[in-house]
C-alpha cells in the first residue's frame, strides 16, 4: 500500500484545513488509518484515527473538539478536518495505516505503511 498524504500549507491562527490520505494500490478497507504529527525538536504525536474494527474516530486530546476524520473506502481517502487551528499545531503530518485494534489505534507502530507527511504551518 502506497499512501498519499496531501493539503497542508500555511494558515493563520483560527483557520481551517483539511489534509486527506489516499491509498494507491489497494483501498483502506480492512485498515485502520491514522494521523499523526511530528514537530521539530519533539516526538511524533498521535492526532487521530479511524478503526477498521468499528468505523469508529478517536482523538488526541490535544484536537478533539477541533480536528474530525472520515473516511471514504471507494474512494481509498481518508480526511483530517481541521478547524481552530492553533500555533501549536505547526508541525508534518503523516498518515498511516494498519492492522491497529483499539487499545493499539494511538500507537505508531501499530501502522504499517506510511505516507510522506505534509507540513502545516499555524502562524499567530
Known amino acids: 500500500v502506497q499512501l498519499q498524504a496531501s493539503g497542508g500549507g500555511l494558515v493563520q491562527a483560527g483557520g481551517s484545513l483539511r489534509l486527506s490520505c489516499t491509498a494507491s494500490g489497494r483501498t483502506f478497507t480492512g485498515y485502520s488509518v491514522g494521523w499523526f504529527r511530528q514537530a521539530p525538536g519533539k516526538e511524533r504525536e498521535f492526532v487521530g484515527a479511524?478503526?477498521?474494527?468499528?468505523?469508529?474516530?478517536y482523538y488526541g486530546d490535544s484536537v478533539k473538539g477541533r480536528f474530525t476524520i472520515s473516511r471514504d473506502n471507494a474512494k481509498a481517502t481518508v480526511t483530517l478536518q481541521m478547524n481552530s487551528l492553533k500555533p501549536e499545531d505547526t508541525a508534518v503530518y503523516y498518515c498511516?495505516?494498519?492492522?491497529?485494534?483499539?487499545?493499539?489505534?494511538?500507537?505508531?507502530?501499530?501502522?504499517?505503511?506510511w505516507g510522506q507527511g505534509t507540513l502545516v504551518t499555524v502562524s499567530s
Open positions: 479511524v478503526s477498521h474494527t468499528n468505523s469508529h474516530t
Open positions: 498511516g495505516a494498519g492492522r491497529a485494534i483499539i487499545s493499539t489505534i494511538s500507537s505508531a507502530s501499530a501502522y504499517y505503511y
